[in-house]
T-cell receptor, first 116, second 110 residues
């Protein structure tokens, strides 16, 4: 199977600090990775599409300067929440698309962020 | 743009069969996927339909009708562990991303 890891699984930080979340595809190469945010009892909202070696594509309403995405290799994408505020508290989930298989995304276990 | 409609909640009895419907609107339709998500966990892939018809994977089946922009997920021999949220998701030729529906919360009664 295809395994995607995320680190950290849970983070608590103070308002104003920055938090970096890593997403790794462990046993396959992922040209494209996706970052989602999910609030309690709601659907997954796509934040941005991360492409290896190029700039991320952000969805409407998502601030690219606040949510910095870097996809430096075919197995790693990072999301940095800069100057986090309590309203950024959420469940952040990444997914990876195996190169050549658009129809299936493999999700990481998610990162629960709590900003105090 | 893209949009999906699915029921917000469905209740069924253990051992029974349940069908979760999904209608969608998208340009350049590529395929319909289904994902399961338990409380506190991440979504897991269940099935994918790119062509019309039924795809069967064990107790779960998924159906697609491209002409009707409609699909469903069928769960048979329901078990308590199937209590979860189920999301349909549509992908298009236009871009690489998958758009998720709002999810259907499945409650299973003993």
């Amino acid at each position: 199977g295809a395994v995607v890891s995320q680190h950290p699984s849970r983070v608590i930080c103070k308002s104003g600090t920055s938090v970096k979340i890593e997403c790794r595809s462990l046993d396959f190469q992922a040209t494209t990775m996706f970052w989602y945010r999910q609030f309690p009892k709601q659907s997954l909202m796509l934040m941005a599409t991360s492409n290896e070696g190029s700039k991320a594509t952000y969805e409407q309403g998502v601030e690219k300067d606040k949510f910095l995405i870097n996809h430096a290799s075919l197995t790693l994408s990072t999301l940095t929440v800069t100057s986090a505020h309590p309203e950024d508290s959420s469940f952040y989930i990444c997914s990876a698309e195996r190169t050549g298989k658009q129809e299936t995304q493999y999700f990481g276990p998610g990162t629960r962020l709590l900003v105090l | 743009g893209q949009s999906l409609e699915q029921p917000s909640e469905v209740t069924a009895v253990e051992g029974a069969i349940v069908q979760i419907n999904c209608t969608y609107q998208t340009s350049g339709f590529y395929g319909l996927s289904w994902y399961q998500q338990h409380d506190g966990g991440a979504p897991t892939f269940l099935s994918y339909n790119g062509l019309d018809g039924l795809e069967e994977t064990g107790r779960f089946s998924s159906f697609l009708s491209r002409s009707d922009s409609y699909g469903y997920l069928l769960l048979q021999e329901l078990q308590m562990k199937d209590s979860a949220s189920y999301f349909c998701a549509v992908s298009s030729y236009r871009d690489d991303k998958i758009i998720f529906g709002k999810g259907t919360r499945l409650h299973i009664l003993p």
